[in-house]
């Protein structure tokens, strides 16, 4: 149950990783199109990485068979890659882990596949600025609960809901440690924040209800309604000089 607080020396660690995963999120950005498939997307990925002296820390972890997580529309994560090609209109979220030198940093994004409806650049707009009110709130001397509600109450207003069965995380030199960041919360409750926390924010929206089931993979989740969601993860560093998105690239 113990957190590890993280010293600068770690977090400068954790942070070249971080680098990293920004540098390929931002070349994806550029790079995802209609007829691009997740499978490609996997691959390049998992070049990116290695051809910078990381590695892609999801491959093998519990199994999972890829670099990257592929969740497209309905699918809200752990997708597995494939040779579909994405559509016009389509959105995908790439989920993706570095590990450089031991050190880990996890970031996912979702990306909207040539021009989508606007009910769907809303999902992605309010996805994208709940993530930003969580880290907003990720300063010491708040609590756990701080972050959460600042997430859910953002989608919330926005009349989406908040998929809580999956969960931010510390992270370090294992991709998963203490503590859970839940996306939902009530202000002042939950553990204190301290400062050489290292955790991910990575709220999962959807435009309906929050319902998941896993599909036969194991992995995949997706809603139950069909509604389509948006994930968008940040790694933050939480210091004396508020909180440092270590995997910033935008
Ligand atoms: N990157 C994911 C997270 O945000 C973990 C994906 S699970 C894996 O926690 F096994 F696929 F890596
Ligand atoms: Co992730």
Known sequence: MAVELKTKEHIRGIRKAGRIVAACHKALSKRIAPGVTTQ??????????????ATPAQKGYKGYPFATCASVN?????????????????????D??????GWKADSAWTYAIGKTTSATEKLLLVAEQ???DGIKHAVIGNRMG??????????E????EVVTAFVGHGIGRNMHEFPDVLHQGIPGQGIPLEEGMVITIEPIITAGRADVYFTQDGWAARTRDGAWSAQFEHTVAITKDGPIILTRWD
């Open 40 to 53: 490609e997307i996997d691959r390049f990925v998992e070049r990116f990485m290695l051809d910078r002296g």
């Open 74 to 94: 309905e699918v809200v994560c752990h997708g597995f890659p494939d040779s579909e090609p994405l559509e016009t209109g389509d959105i995908v979220t790439i």
């Open 96 to 101: 993706m882990v570095a590990d450089v030198d």
């Open 130 to 132: 709940a993530l930003l």
């Open 146 to 155: 701080d972050i959460g509600y600042a997430v859910q109450a953002r989608a």
């Open 157 to 160: 207003r926005a009349g989406f």
